[in-house]
């Protein structure tokens, strides 16, 4: 035997008063969950709002558990009682549904506070509605939380204005669509209308007047509409399901605005439609609803024969039924209302008119097969769809789209590249949390930022965990490219300029740039700088005569101790000896001071140099001013370099490969391994010839697979 769900009572009304919706035992566990909370901190609005949002669910067809975890959740939100309480009396399935129910109602109320109201600035619905969907893991929780935006749009009549039009307007940019996306039409056209009367008053009690009947008496007219059809088309053999509804304010506005109409120029104001077998049927009951009614020949459209650009098919007539009124009837195979509904032209997509987004389809149609096995005796109604995004906050309530698995530095860099560069740390919900975290679902994510705070190339490695987006990784490296651009371009620009003896025309470099897909001359450069393209390639491009093409044999690793010329210039001092300090072994282009020793001339150190500072405070006096006079001497100068890896076999035989491929010598090397981090630091002393060959090794080194930094040690 089954029964009804009908209206309930606090007074424990008998099963026989129910209606035949649930078994027995269904129908006492709903009045359980009554019961339960009747126990607690009862008041006659929370007995009247426990009854609204049962009869709300109860009309759309929902299955018991759903109902109960409905109960529960109002008890929750008036704090009643705790997660505890009910995980004591209730099954898990009906205990989690209730609590992901009121979880998703806070996330709404903690995304609207963050808006501050301003709803028609925020992101499009559709963000809104993935993030929504992909945090459901029982597609039920969707009818609840429906239901509850039904019941705080009822009890707005006596809030003040100002909330009156914030609760609307989210309602009719967030729950509307979402319950037209998802066919749940009764609720779709509720929310609609009570969005409408408070957004738009004097609309709503114009159009209201102008109908000039209550809805009760305009659903009884279809009613009767739908059941005088019915039997002429059985009467004709036809197996046809009918079934009508009465326009609602909303959408009579909508369409008034749309197609710029009056009220009484509108056609559609009620609606049938008749849904068939076979395509002949569609014909067969067009011709019947003609021979019954007086059609309007301006209103007819076969969208069958000629369907729409979105393949939407279905047959549209309009007609003066009984008592002269306008009915609108639309006639489908159910084939074309599954592809209406489900397809690629979906009827939300008809009316919504917006562009289409295959992940939010897919999430769609996996909650609609899971809502359509709310009958089946499982438990929970699981969603299939396995998410290819995330959908997190930003702290002003913007939703942000990101691939799975994304990390705070993910969502630094979808919201601006500086702020990726700058990033410095990040909270989620409001506590600070690793760069490598992984984002979830409805998280808040606010980035910290520091003025000097630079990209590292620990991002880059995927084996870190800093980056899983492509399009943030491709920002980091683009930064490192701009940082080190005009290094670049001198070390590329030099290493040509030692191949042949007269550059090209910039014409000519420019045109070269272009047929290796670059704009200008500096990319070219740059480009050579940094490795990516072998001096060797331009050459045979530029189809330089061989007499022009400088000979640069390969210098064997032989360190010269012979003395040159020096290519220091000492103020007020002529041919003095020089040698340059081993402790901070300065470049050219390095800012340098001069230290006079005893008895082996100038010792040439960089300003900085910790060692020249601490001689600058005992020995002020030995102190004079150097310049850098030039390279012409040719003279080479060491350098130490740093290099952080993956360890792995083979790293140091790739590195020597990189030297010996740039004549570069190396004096001295040091290797150390970490095995906890699994990483390996080396300490190289080379020998160069000038700071732009330094460049160019640099950039090389970080192509070498598992180099995560090489660096000048200064």
Known sequence: MRLTFGKINMK?????????????????LIQSALLFCENKKNTEAKTDKRQRITDILDHIHVDCDTIVAAILLIGLENQDFDHQAIEKVYSPSICNLAIQSQSLIKLESDWIEKLKG??????????????????????????????????????????????????????????APLANRLGIGQLKWELEDLAFRYLHPDEYKKIAKALEERRIDRENYIHAIVDELQVKLSDAGLEAEVYGRVKHIFSIWKKMQKKDLKFEDLYDVRALRVMVKDLSACYTALSIVHDLWQFIPSEYDDYVAAPKSNNYQSLHTAVLGPENKTLEIQIRTHEMHAHAELGVAAHWRYKEGGKRDEDLE???????????????????????????????????????ELPYGSTPLDFAYYVHSEVGNRCRGAKVNGKMVPLTSTLLNGQTVEIITAKDAKPSRDWLVPHFGYLKSPRARSKVRAWFKREFREEHI????????????????????????????????????????????????????????????KETPFVLSERQDKKIASDIAIEGVD????????????????????????????????????NLLALKKQYPQRLVDVSWKGTENNQNYEVDVEIIALDRSGLLRDVMSVMSANSINVNAANTFTDKRLQQAKMRLTLEISDPAQLTTVLGKLVNVRGILEARRIK
């Open 575 to 610: 041919d003095l000896m020089t040698n340059l300090a081993r402790c901070c072994k300065p470049l050219p282009t390095d800012k340098i001071t001069g230290f006079i020793t005893q008895g082996r001339g100038v010792s040439i150190h960089r300003q900085d140099c910790k």
């Open 12 to 28: 424990r009304e008998s099963a026989n008063q129910w209606s035949n919706s649930f078994e027995l035992a269904e129908v006492q």
């Open 362 to 400: 897919k999430q769609l149609a996996s909650l609609r097969e899971a809502i359509n096995r709310t009958e089946s005796p499982e438990p929970q109604q699981k969603l299939d769809c396995k998410p290819s995004k995330i959908y997190v906050l930003s702290p002003k309530g913007h939703v942000i």
């Open 118 to 175: 301003d709803l028609e600035e925020s992101d499009s619905s559709e963000h809104h509605h993935m993030m929504l969907l992909n945090m459901m893991k029982d597609a039920r929780a969707v009818f609840i939380l429906l239901a509850y935006q039904v019941l705080k749009m009822q009890d707005l009549a006596n809030k003040p204005k100002e909330e009156q039009r914030r609760v609307a307007q989210e309602t009719n940019s967030i729950f």
């Open 490 to 549: 001198s070390a590329g620009k030099l290493a040509l300029t030692k191949h042949v003896s007269i550059l090209p025309s910039n014409m000519a470099l420019k045109m070269l740039a272009e047929s290796f897909n670059m704009c200008h001359a500096d990319d070219l450069y740059a480009a050579i700088g940094r490795g990516e393209l072998g001096v060797n390639q331009v050459l045979n491009s530029l189809k330089i005569p061989e007499e022009k093409i």
